[in-house]
């Protein structure tokens, strides 16, 4: 599946968390969402992004979104992970890859000449309305937060 564009609906999902407890995109009817998709719990690229975010939440929250990750790790690793970097918002394990399908980031991958399936990291930024406002590809994982800030022009 391709990946979604600006404008179309978010797709439905629902998952658990890192503490798992129920997740799905109806809790965040009304609100905004930063839903970002991402290949493996603590590695470098992975964790440069997530705490990233993490450190930015207050100030996403004061901005009125909420952010939620997704990868295919399962409830335990996210704990693990949120844990060790005291990371303040939901993990969704995604263990079955329905929602990274569903979201058109579950895809071919080419490392050293190799081709494989895996989480094509991406950012959704959903608006109150369940619509898709922008779409992030080419994520600055250090700079995840600014770059976001940048393009919705939040400033």
Partial sequence: MALLKKGDTAPDFKGFNQN???????DFKGKKLILYFYPKDDTP?????SCNL???????IEKGYEVVGVSPDSVASHKKFA??????????ADTEKEILQGYGVWGEKNMYGKTYMGVIRTTYVINEAG???EVFEKVQTKDHTNQIIKSLDLG
């Fill in 20 to 26: 798992n407890e129920p997740i799905a995109l109806a």
């Fill in 45 to 49: 690229g992975c964790t440069a992004e």
């Fill in 54 to 60: 993490s450190d930015n939440y207050d100030a996403w």
């Fill in 83 to 92: 844990e060790k970097y005291g990371l303040k918002f939901n993990l969704i």
């Fill in 131 to 133: 619509v898709i406002d």
